[in-house]
């Protein structure tokens, strides 16, 4: 009997924390500035970009004693640059945001699959599309995280105001869906004259030619894509492409809809204008209602906006597109067995149900279906009548989402300059559309596939 509790007492202290005590280690990762508002924030705080980093490092540290978790927060403008150097020199993070992400890391060996991590729940809770994304040659490398984007190149800030004075209905519900001709009809409304000097004082919409998104949603109204099906070929300058184009410019200088000016402005002139009153119709989702609410408390506009959200206007013939993206993080390369593992189990502390559903605070859709039934957005109810309404209509365009630039596993991020320069010259109107996209096809083939 004693030997017996002797051996009992001995199995015991053998599953102890201090027999099982497992080795110290440290893990680094890299984000670039996210303004989520972490639990531990001072009600009414404003996040930095900083305090969720630092937040998850904390909690993961609690849960795992032994690992010592060291963020940095890079910014969005040199993050490429530094994830490049940094696998070129061997120094590169644990775990990474995959901003910039580039499918021939995959392949050169620089990532680790998670495929064997993922549960059957977690491949049946991600989004489809979020986890496809980071699949290179039948394995994944990207735990999901957040889906679609600021909603831009997906949706449409329509001012109710300015509607109202206009005299044009908003979109009806439950989707908003609206045509190209419905569109045109109340564009023609929304830019007014208002004291009839014969100066435009209001414009329907804004078009800006560094603003990449939104100008390639506007190229699919017809049916263009950037690439073709088999990431082959530069295609944007089909009859489609080129109809798209020339409705752009044309809403430009034949029909006065837009101001003119847009080969010279980015996404920010765009949001300025809707800001400042100067376009009924902006661009983005939920996350932009929320950058008026932050404006307004940083004294960058004087009073609130009322917008709701729509899609972009579709052909008939075509039906709606929504630019498809989402996002999350990516493991380099272990040596190290166990700090492997601890890699893994922080990038899943990230993207678990909990966890991902800080999204919400940025306004965010999240690439869980289940965190995303329970997602509010509570925080733009001052800008916006019925928040529920506006997240189902938003969740209802991104149903529609198209991936605009090719294949996951398709690089061309050396092909978006002589993008823009195309916009640029078509809405200085120095090109044709049909030349500028002749041009950008040449030179896109050029750089992403050598011919």
Not at 129 to 154: C, E, F, R, T, V
Not at 304 to 328: L, M, N, R
Not at 395 to 403: C, F, L, N, Y
């Amino acid at each position: 009997m004693r030997r017996s509790v002797l051996q009992v007492l001995v199995a015991l202290l053998a599953l102890s924390p201090v027999a099982a005590a497992q080795p110290q280690i440290e893990l680094t990762w890299w984000i670039n500035p996210w303004r989520i508002v972490t639990p531990d924030m001072p009600e009414g705080a404003t996040a930095t970009g900083e305090e969720y980093a630092r937040y998850m490092s904390e909690k993961f540290m609690e849960l795992h004693p032994n690992v010592t978790v060291r963020y940095e927060i890079v910014p969005n403008a040199g993050y490429s640059e530094k994830i490049t150097t940094a696998i070129f020199s061997g120094t590169t993070p644990d775990v990474a945001k995959d901003l910039n992400w580039n499918p021939e890391w995959a392949r050169e060996g620089l990532l680790e699959p998670i495929d064997p991590y993922l549960t059957d729940e977690d491949r049946e809770d991600f989004l489809p599309y979020a986890l496809a994304k980071g699949l290179i040659d039948g394995q994944h490398y990207i735990w999901p995280w957040n889906n679609s984007n600021n909603g831009m190149g997906s949706t449409l800030l329509l001012n109710t105001a300015l509607f109202e004075e206009a005299g044009v209905e908003i979109p009806a519900l439950p989707d908003r869906s609206w045509t190209i001709d419905e569109f045109l009809a109340a564009a023609e409304k929304l830019t007014m004259d208002r004291d009839g000097d014969g100066t435009t004082d209001v414009y329907a919409i804004t078009f800006a030619a560094r603003d990449v998104e939104n100008m390639l949603s506007w190229l699919m109204r017809f049916g263009a894509k950037l690439v073709n099906d088999e990431g082959t070929e530069f295609v944007l300058n089909s009859e489609e492409g080129v109809r798209a184009l020339q409705f752009i410019v044309d809403l430009i200088y034949e029909y006065g809809y837009a101001p003119r000016g847009g080969e010279a402005l980015d996404v920010y002139g765009t949001i300025e204008n809707l800001h400042n009153g100067r376009a009924a119709i902006g661009y983005g989702g939920i996350y932009e209602i929320g950058r008026i609410d932050r404006y307004l408390k940083e004294g960058r506009i004087a009073n609130p906006i009322d917008v709701v959200i729509a899609p972009f206007p579709h052909d008939p013939e075509v039906g709606p597109i929504a630019y498809e993206t989402s996002g999350g993080f990516i493991v380099f390369k272990q040596e190290d067995e166990y700090k492997r593992q601890m890699a893994m189990e922080f990038a899943r502390f990230l993207t678990n149900k909990e966890n991902i559903k800080l999204l919400e605070t940025l306004l965010y859709i999240t690439a869980r279906r289940s965190a995303n039934a329970e997602l509010t957005f509570e925080d733009v109810a001052d800008y916006t009548g019925d928040v529920p309404t506006e997240v189902q209509v938003y969740q209802a365009a991104i149903d529609h989402g198209v991936p605009f630039f090719g294949p996951s596993d398709l690089d061309i991020s050396a092909a978006m300059e002589h993008f823009t320069a195309a916009m640029e010259a078509a809405l200085s109107r120095s090109k044709t559309p049909q030349q500028a996209l002749d041009d950008f096809v040449r030179e896109a083939n050029r750089a992403v596939f050598g011919r």
